[in-house]
């Protein structure tokens, strides 16, 4: 009778995390680490499932317009939420910024000496610059705005390589294929001693770089994606974030630059 008991009770405690829900979170590809460690801890505290799809902004921004079934999408960068929202396919007042992101110029780790600053750029001996592909990839979007801001585009045409996502981009630089590629500071972070880092872009000359994150509207599970998006904005998550290199999304927030 006690064994009975006994197992009975384990039945009744383990049933919160049976029935646990799971989401489906559409993410940004450079904050693939972060939030994916993230998730854990919230698994663990809640017993409910976080799968993430990963991929660049704007081509995670296709996939929800067409019907893929996301509960919570992250972007890097602005345009692709206020796109979400002029279609009405955010759940009101569910949007916030999880975390925000700085711009850098990297080039191979055994890259021989010579370019030091985005100006550099133009020398002849940069042969190859990758850039995320700017109709979709947000961080190629910022790339542009830097070299719009330093007179640069027009000197690199015909030199530029892009990339369908930023980590695309980071391995091209990581594996020699090209003389420097423009990142975000974390993926820089990820790749370690792989890549080296040349400079920071100044942060007057592109839009704050930030990562909205909303609850997609007619989501069936949209109170368990919108503790999920809860749970990211938490103390516990902003030190996580702090410990990969982002910005807290309370740091981040702000008004676009104009």
């Known amino acids: 009778m006690r064994a009975l008991l006994h197992v009975t009770l384990c039945m009744i405690l383990a ?9 489906n979170v559409a993410a940004a590809i450079s904050l693939k680490e972060v939030v994916s460690e993230a998730a854990k801890g919230y698994e663990a505290e809640t017993g409910h499932r976080v799968e993430f799809t990963f991929g660049a902004s704007g081509q ?3 996939q929800i317009r067409n019907g893929a079934p996301i509960d919570a999408f992250i972007s890097a960068a602005d345009k692709q939420a206020d796109d979400l929202e002029r279609l009405g396919m955010v759940e009101n007042g569910t949007r916030r910024v999880v975390a925000g992101n700085a711009l850098v110029l990297v080039a191979p780790a055994d890259a021989p000496p010579g370019l030091s600053d985005f100006k550099g750029l133009a020398d002849a001996r ?7 592909e700017p109709r979709t990839v947000p961080a190629g979007q910022y790339a542009v705005q830097v070299l719009q801001k330093l007179e640069q ?3 690199l045409a015909g030199r530029l390589v892009y990339g369908s996502n930023v980590r695309q981009v980071l391995d091209y630089v990581r594996r020699g294929e ?3 590629g423009i990142v975000y500071a ?5 790749a370690g001693d792989k890549v080296k880092v040349v400079a920071v ?4 000359s592109h839009d704050p770089i930030r990562y909205p994150a909303v609850v997609i509207k007619g989501s069936k599970k949209r109170d368990a994606a919108a503790r999920f998006l809860d749970y990211l904005t938490s103390e516990k998550a ?3 974030f702090r410990d990969k290199g982002f910005a807290p999304g309370d740091q981040a927030a702000g008004k676009p630059a104009k």
């Open 15 to 23: 049933a919160p995390l049976a029935a646990g829900e799971t989401i």
């Open 201 to 204: 872009a100044d942060a007057s």
């Open 178 to 180: 090209v003389s420097a």
């Open 126 to 132: 940069v042969k190859k610059l990758a850039i995320g």
């Open 153 to 155: 585009e027009a000197k």
């Open 238 to 240: 902003k030190q996580l």
């Open 60 to 62: 995670l921004l296709a």
């Open 186 to 190: 974390t993926d820089a972070k990820e």
